[in-house]
């Protein structure tokens, strides 16, 4: 029969997938803004959370993106 062909969008995606660290960047951020801990056992408690949440995420086949330049 005929060769598959690999067809790119007719238009850009207007959205730009995030690698697992920026992902954990973002959540540990997040997490951190309790403030009730001390400086050290927060690092700690983020590091972790943050690595567990990424990979929830990736083991539930979801992909997190971050919105495109405006048009």
Same mark, same amino acid.
């Given at each position: 029969?005929?060769?598959?062909?690999?067809?790119?969008h007719l238009?850009?995606?207007?959205?730009?997938a995030l690698?697992? @660290?920026?992902?954990? %960047?973002? #959540? =540990?951020? $997040?997490?951190?803004?309790?403030? *009730?801990?001390?400086?050290?056992?927060?690092?700690?408690?983020?590091?972790?959370?943050? @690595?567990?949440?990424? %990979?929830? #995420? =990736?083991? $539930?086949?979801?992909?997190?993106? *971050?919105?495109?330049?405006?048009?």
């Amino acid at each position: 029969m005929f060769p598959a062909m690999e067809q790119p969008h007719l238009f850009p995606v207007p959205y730009e997938a995030l690698s697992d @660290e920026q992902v954990a %960047a973002v #959540l =540990r951020r $997040a997490i951190a803004q309790g403030g *009730r801990l001390s400086r050290l056992a927060e690092l700690h408690l983020n590091s972790v959370c943050a @690595e567990h949440l990424v %990979a929830e #995420l =990736r083991a $539930a086949d979801l992909e997190v993106v *971050r919105r495109g330049p405006p048009r």
